[in-house]
């Protein structure tokens, strides 16, 4: 199972729209391919129809210290971790070097330039990224199958600014209420273009998807009349505090791939 990587996400809501790639979004994609594809044409070429040996790619000095701290960063906390959950370090360690290569050629591709036989820190670092993604991954999994009443939390870019919207809003609270339509133009007016919600509705349905309380009926709130509105409860503040704390170790740290074990 450890070779597996793994992806447990709670459902986010998107609106169902007709919009398709367009030639340029398609294009972009289909270049970094063509690219890739030439590359290794070149390299069956110089290698007369025939490679032996897969190409290496190698880290810089500071690529290497910065790989070697992560990993003894992580290995501090292995005795910490559920028995299940300590097989998967060592493939974890395996995938940043792996992935550290493959992001790297990407990226390279996506420039329109060559893959390079040494490796810089800022491309462990996007390896490591990869990596502790998965991890946190394989924790909430993890957790889904021991704690019966476990539920994956949405931690994504959304929820984060949904987060951020609403502790902006507790000033217009109105009766502990917040109309869904008002929450809905705030969000979208902080969120980055491709996290906006379509629709009010939408944005009702990210409510819930978080398991926050939707007040019962139809009220007057926030200059609306007669629309969906937010409960505003124990429950919202949970959200807002557990997202902002994520958002704030996003900004303070390098590695967040398991939750903070000496809290």
């Not at 005795?79 to 940043?96: H, I, M, N, T």
């Not at 009766?175 to 491709?194: D, E, M, Q, S, W």
Request: hydrophobic share 40%; proline share 5%.
């Amino acid at each position: 199972m450890y070779r597996f990587l793994v992806i447990c996400e709670s459902p986010t809501y998107y609106d169902l729209t007709p919009e398709s790639w367009g030639d340029r979004d398609r294009g972009k994609w289909e270049a970094v391919l063509y690219r890739a594809m030439d590359w290794v044409d070149g390299k069956i070429f110089d290698c007369g129809g025939r490679i032996e040996k897969s190409t290496r790619m190698m880290f810089n000095s500071e690529a290497q210290t910065k790989f070697f701290g992560w990993r003894n960063e992580i290995y501090s906390f292995k005795d910490l971790l559920p028995p299940q959950l300590r097989g998967f370090l060592p493939k974890a360690v395996e995938y940043v070097l792996r992935l550290a290569g493959i992001i790297h050629c990407m990226h390279m591709f996506s420039l329109g330039r060559t893959p390079q036989a040494i490796l810089t820190v800022e491309d462990v670092e996007r390896g490591i990224k990869a990596v502790s993604f998965y991890l946190g991954q394989v924790q909430g999994a993890l957790r889904l199958i021991i704690e019966e009443d476990f539920s994956p939390p949405e931690i994504s870019e959304r929820s984060l600014v949904l987060a951020q919207t609403l502790d902006q809003l507790r000033p217009h609270l109105q009766n502990g209420r917040l109309a869904v339509c008002f929450i809905h133009k705030h969000f979208n007016a902080i969120a980055p273009k491709t996290q906006r919600i379509g629709k009010p509705r939408g944005m009702g349905a990210m409510l819930r998807a978080a398991k926050l309380t939707m007040a019962p009926g139809k009220h007057d709130a926030n200059g609306h009349r007669g629309v969906s509105c937010l409960q505003w409860d124990k429950k919202t503040e949970v959200f807002i505090e557990t997202h902002l704390q994520c958002l704030q170790r996003q900004k303070s740290q390098e590695w967040q791939g398991l939750e903070d074990t000496d809290d």
